[in-house]
């Protein structure tokens, strides 16, 4: 897909809430494999992207290491 050429390891912050299913749903829709998306939110789970779960993970400096892109759909405190 072009998006994992321009993209290469795209993450989304809040991937819980509306959102973040919003970006979830525009990056699925784009083509973004599920292999180059990494999912954050404020408890461990799933989200769907497309027709696969994603794990969802803590955002910690370590869970977001090597992160090429991401998109902040939490509110002021946790996206500073």
Same mark, same amino acid.
Do not use: K, N
């Given at each position: 897909?072009?998006?994992?050429?321009?993209?290469?390891?795209?993450?989304?912050?809040?991937?819980?809430?509306?959102? *973040?299913? !919003?970006?979830?749903?525009?990056?699925?829709? #784009?083509?973004? /494999? +599920?292999?180059?998306?990494?999912?954050? %939110?404020?408890?461990? *789970?799933? !989200?769907?992207?497309?027709?696969?779960?994603? #794990?969802?993970? /803590? +955002?910690?400096?370590?869970?977001?290491? %090597?992160?090429?892109?991401?998109?902040?759909?939490?509110?002021?405190?946790?996206?500073?």
């Amino acid at each position: 897909a072009v998006l994992t050429q321009i993209a290469g390891l795209v993450g989304v912050a809040g991937a819980r809430g509306l959102v *973040g299913g !919003v970006f979830l749903s525009i990056l699925a829709d #784009a083509g973004l /494999p +599920a292999s180059h998306l990494r999912a954050y %939110g404020h408890e461990s *789970g799933t !989200v769907d992207f497309g027709h696969t779960d994603v #794990a969802v993970s /803590p +955002a910690t400096d370590e869970t977001m290491a %090597g992160l090429d892109v991401l998109f902040c759909a939490t509110d002021s405190a946790p996206s500073r």
